[in-house]
């Protein structure tokens, strides 16, 4: 661990100054509040998220995504030599609020949550979430009636739940979502299971707007519905764009100054990137492996994902954000 860590040390040390991290994470949970449904890469332990920010406070200066609209050096205090570090979480999930947001707190460390503005405060959620709630711990497929071939193909992957979880989620988003839903109904005529409604899984707006008062959250766009946007015509992406914008404006939880976006999946393209611009965004965020400078394209912002599998300890985690693992 040692050695890593000292590896870690001489490489942020030779970051130039114009050098900044992004780390992306999703849930900040843990395992008995989502019983069999979270995938593994989709989110860390209230202790290994707190090990990450101890950490942070050790080897970076942490700063806001805001900081981006100017030079990235007016931002670093005199005399400091760490490498700048900005925390974003994707989806606005309420563990956010009731786990990620007291350790902040307790850090003094700001962060960005990128919100899917129609979840926001709703009982729904994601069709992938739905998707591991239906899905049987053993492979089912006696069913004998007329499907949906791609419903055949899931119905077909073996190994384990988590195995089959995450093969189907990459097969199915893939599709629109008309005909993910369709698939989703000829699953649970299979299955016969589903995720309760009465558990509300991402922030209110009350909630939200507690968080920015603080000082230390701010908030961006992940869309309206989370559609992944290269599957869709350009006057779907206009209305999801949007009305996300929108509906942040008018809950004021933005400042029209400067308004962040995160791409649904990490999914974009040049025409998506122009759209984002000129629905009036300031900045993309990707899912593109990477370390960032004073060069890096505004709409094409990389991000180091992080989560418990692959950053449990400290170690794992130094290599992580050094782009070392």
């Not at 989502?34 to 860390?44: D, Y």
């Not at 998707?131 to 053993?138: D, I």
């Not at 350009?234 to 939880?253: H, P, T, V």
């Not at 025409?271 to 094409?300: C, M, Q």
Request: glycine share 6%; with cysteine; hydrophobic share 40%.
């Amino acid at each position: 661990m040692m050695d890593s860590l000292g590896l870690v040390s001489r490489r942020l040390a030779r970051l130039s100054r114009s050098s900044y991290l992004v780390l992306a994470y999703h849930h900040v949970t843990v395992r008995s509040d989502n019983p069999g449904i979270l995938q593994a890469g989709m989110f860390v332990s209230p202790p290994t998220f707190r090990r990450h920010l101890t950490f942070l406070k050790d080897h970076f200066e942490v700063i806001s995504l805001p900081d981006l609209q100017g030079p990235l050096e007016r931002t670093r205090p005199r005399g400091s030599t760490k490498p700048r570090c900005i925390l974003t979480f994707d989806d606005g999930w309420r563990d956010f609020y009731r786990y990620a947001f007291p350790a902040l707190e307790a850090y003094d460390m700001p962060a960005t949550v990128f919100l899917p503005t129609a979840y926001v405060g709703t009982h729904n959620t994601f069709w992938t979430d739905r998707l591991a709630a239906m899905m049987p711990r053993k492979q089912d497929s006696a069913y004998s009636g007329p499907l949906d071939p791609l419903t055949r193909q899931l119905l077909a992957i073996d190994g384990s739940f988590e195995n089959r979880l995450e093969r189907s989620i990459s097969m199915l988003k893939k599709h629109r979502d008309e005909r993910i839903e369709a698939v989703m109904a000829e699953l649970r005529l299979v299955w016969g299971n589903g995720l309760s409604p009465g558990t509300r899984v991402f922030i209110s707006w009350e909630e939200a707007r507690r968080m920015k008062e603080s000082g230390l959250i701010s908030f961006g766009s992940h869309t309206a519905t989370h559609r992944i946007l290269t599957l869709l015509e350009d006057d779907e992406i206009w209305l999801e764009l949007l009305a996300s914008k929108e509906k942040l404006i008018e809950e004021q939880l933005v400042d029209p100054s400067f308004i962040a976006f995160s791409y649904p999946n990490g999914n974009h393209d040049e025409r998506i990137e122009r759209l984002v611009k000129e629905a009036g965004y300031h900045v993309g965020l990707t899912t593109i492996k990477g370390w960032n400078d004073s060069r890096t394209d505004p709409f094409r912002i990389r991000r180091i994902s992080v989560h418990d599998d692959i950053a449990s300890t400290t170690s794992l985690f130094a290599c992580r954000a050094a782009n070392i693992l």
